[in-house]
């Protein structure tokens, strides 16, 4: 996929996870959902990743928040400073990080886990979303 000529190249960002791609970020078309049994968007990327896989923080930050998403599971959210924030979902009960903790390119979030409710059909993997300025971005833009 081309990214587009105006995309931001300033800031680059690391994988969270290594894995193949299974679910693209499509605020625009809608694309059935298996386990949902329905047609939706889809906010962020699902990389493949095993459950038990390291998740890694894309970017240096601060971590803003550790919650349950009753849909998305345990996450965690990364606030990187210019408005840009990184939000990891599915993962397992327990993370390695609390609010207020500072964290590099790199530095473990936690694992994946199987918590995501809203996308348990779904084979193994991360579901991974950045936000700039409260709008959510196709993360391919920034992951290098």
Known sequence: EEVPEDAPTSTAYVWPV?????????????????????????????ISAQVGAPVASCGK????DVSRDPMLGQT???????GMQSYYANLAETVSVQVGD?????????TVGTTAISEGSSPSHLH?????????????????
Do not use: K
């Open 18 to 46: 290594q894995g193949e791609v299974q679910r693209d970020f499509s605020l625009e078309v809608f694309a059935y959902d298996d386990t949902m049994g329905d047609w939706r968007t889809h906010s962020g990327l699902d």
């Open 102 to 110: 500072e964290v590099s390119a790199g530095t473990v979030l936690g």
């Open 76 to 82: 965690v959210t990364v606030d990187h400073g210019t």
């Open 128 to 144: 991974f979303e950045m936000i700039e300025y409260d709008v959510s971005i196709d993360p391919l833009y920034y992951l290098h």
């Open 61 to 64: 930050g601060t971590v803003v």
